[in-house]
């Protein structure tokens, strides 16, 4: 799919790979609502964006994992541009490290990392259907292939968020609708570097994790592999190669893999 002359809405997009995204599409000519939980933040980049390409972008604030705050993200879409042609499910929490994590801990990881994509296809795919066109892009993690370490909720929720836009894919790819799911390891945002004090970033031994294991990437350069994929209209977006190796090895030998997980686990406990 080209993304010039689309209408997308981006969520999580006042920052990190959501704002850079945002950006990028309208680099490449598309019409974007800019939606976070912070109207503010989603305001700012809606203003770098128009600021650059005039009239292509709006900002909206809400809990993008709310039903009634998503059919509004289309409604504005709608009003401003006209009908959606592509969502970014972008959105993600890191949640609770542990057992520990409480019932409440597990349904806000749940609503915002997978909820949310299940209830904006709810609203979306059935009128892309009758189209015969349309794209969603869900952005979970190589957590979502693989794990995380120190990070309970986050690796169960975005196991889940892999398993919906796989079934997206295979329930409604022949019928126009077209899926991507990006699984990056470290990026340079406020989830693997949370401002001083913020309670929303990996704990530490998650970010531990993720450092180690390989290069953090800038925003910029994961929104353009998104965009890449989108032109391909592949599903599974890769910004780290090496992730699919780990992938495979995984598939190759479960047991050994766990072996091997544990083992780097205990490597960091002890660093």
């Not at 904006?120 to 015969?132: D, M, S, T």
Request: with cysteine; aromatic share 6%.
């Amino acid at each position: 799919m080209k993304v010039a002359g689309k209408v997308a809405v981006v969520t999580g997009g006042g920052g990190g790979i959501g704002g850079a995204i945002a950006r990028s599409l309208s680099d490449a000519g598309a019409r974007v609502v800019v939606a976070d939980l912070s109207g503010s933040t989603a305001q700012a980049v809606a203003d770098k964006i128009n600021a650059d390409h005039p009239g292509t972008a709006v900002a909206a604030g809400g809990d993008v994992a709310d039903t009634e705050v998503i059919r509004g993200l289309i409604a504005l879409a709608e009003s401003e541009f006209g009908p959606v042609d592509m969502y970014f499910a972008n959105a993600g929490i890191t949640g609770a490290p542990g057992l520990d994590a409480d019932e409440a801990a597990w349904d806000l990881s749940l609503d915002v990392n997978l909820r949310a994509h299940i209830r904006a296809a709810q609203l979306l795919v059935p009128g892309w259907v009758e189209r015969g066109d349309g794209y969603f892009v869900s952005t979970a993690s190589a957590a979502g292939l693989l794990t995380q370490i120190g990070g309970a909720t986050y690796a169960v929720t975005k196991h889940a968020a892999v398993g919906f836009a796989e079934w997206l894919s295979v329930t409604y790819g022949d019928q126009g609708v077209k899926v991507s799911c990006l699984c990056p390891q470290g990026v340079n945002t406020k989830l693997l570097f949370p401002d001083d004090g913020a309670p929303d970033g990996l704990s530490e031994t998650a970010a531990k994790a993720v450092t180690a294991a390989g290069d953090v990437l800038e925003p910029s350069q994961v929104a353009a592999d998104v965009l890449a994929a989108i032109d391909a209209e592949r599903f599974l977006i890769l910004p780290h190669p090496k992730v699919l190796d780990m992938y495979r090895h995984k598939g190759a030998d479960y047991d050994r893999w766990l072996r091997g997980m544990r083992r780097y686990q205990a490597s960091l406990q002890q660093n």
